[in-house]
């Protein structure tokens, strides 16, 4: 057996308790994302629409707002062009075409209180529909300032990982489990705290279950983050996974997860980084190279493009 007999902390199973992982599903996912998909919720439900417009990427945030400004305006130049083509005074257009986008740079104008006055709304219901336009575009581009100020404000970390575990020659002969990290940020990460969990399936009773354990690690703090940081555990006769093989990984879909806590000195406020690891992203014999050297005044160069560079041991 490659793995040891080790004492299961049910504190480490990362909530995901005795499920064991099939088809090379992670428990986490390499950006820190929890691999777990909700279904049941109905299907307009708001529950979780202010996390995700503040956790997606900016690009599909932009779309999504952009996508949704041009909407709301066609909308409104619909009903303004169904209303005929006498509710908008000092419209130019003489085809369909043409009111229609007369139509749709009005509402342009009144969803964002422009008002060029080149055209105006004549009647009471073009004027009751332009008000209610109107306070409609103070009430979204307010939630569209607030969504901003939260996705610029809301602390985070940005720390970039290997892409590998590497299984390295480690202290007079010995080896370690291995992986490096580096601050993608020039801010200063103070107090960071670092845990890893292997876990892996095992046979209980003729039933397939998922087990985890901590990890001993060289050294789990670091009072402060100005290059890089090797993350070693010893494969030492204290470490569980000491004769661990690739094969034994694959055929126990094993893995590691990561956990990063840090005090950001910027926000003075405790950020977390999370990553996983999977049984193929394991090397053996390999170390990894420098990541950093000096210029030509002494300084300190920290290469980031560089923080998954190894050589195999022996070539």
């Known amino acids: 057996m490659a793995i040891r007999k080790e004492k299961i902390n049910p504190e480490d199973d990362l909530g995901f ?51 949704a400004y041009f909407t709301v305006n066609i909308i409104f130049a619909l009903i303004y062009f169904s209303l005929g083509s006498d509710v908008l005074d000092g419209k130019s257009g003489n085809t369909d075409f043409d009111r229609f986008m007369d139509a749709f740079f009005f509402s342009a104008q009144t969803i964002s209180t422009v008002g060029y006055g080149h055209i105006s709304p004549k009647g009471i219901i073009p004027n009751t529909i332009a008000a209610l336009e109107s306070m409609m575009g103070l009430l979204a581009f307010a939630l569209a300032t607030g969504l901003l100020y939260g996705r610029f404000s809301r602390p985070s970390a940005k720390i970039m990982y290997s892409r590998n575990v590497l299984i390295a020659p480690y202290r007079d002969g010995g080896r370690g489990l291995m992986f490096r990290l580096a601050n993608e940020r020039k801010n200063i990460l103070i107090d960071l705290e670092m845990e890893v969990v292997f876990s892996y399936n095992d046979e209980e009773n003729g039933k397939t279950v998922r087990k985890f354990f901590q990890l001993e690690l060289e050294r789990t703090r670091v009072s402060i983050l100005t290059l890089n940081w090797t993350v070693v555990h010893p494969l030492d006769d204290n470490s569980p996974i000491k004769d661990i093989t690739p094969e034994e990984l694959q055929r126990r879909q094993a893995g590691l997860t990561v956990s990063l806590k840090t005090f950001d000195d910027t926000f003075s406020q405790t950020i977390h980084s999370r990553t996983s690891y999977q049984y193929d992203d394991f090397i053996w014999d390999a170390k990894f190279k420098p990541v950093f050297e000096r210029d030509e005044t002494g300084r300190v160069v920290l290469d980031l493009s560089r923080i998954s560079a190894y050589d195999l041991v022996g070539h």
């Open 17 to 67: 308790g005795t499920q064991p992982v099939m088809k090379s599903q992670p428990v986490i996912n390499k950006d820190g994302t929890i691999n777990v998909k909700r279904t049941g919720l109905p299907f307009l439900s708001t529950a979780n629409n202010y996390h995700s417009l503040i956790t997606m990427s900016w690009r599909k945030f932009w779309v999504i707002v952009f996508s």
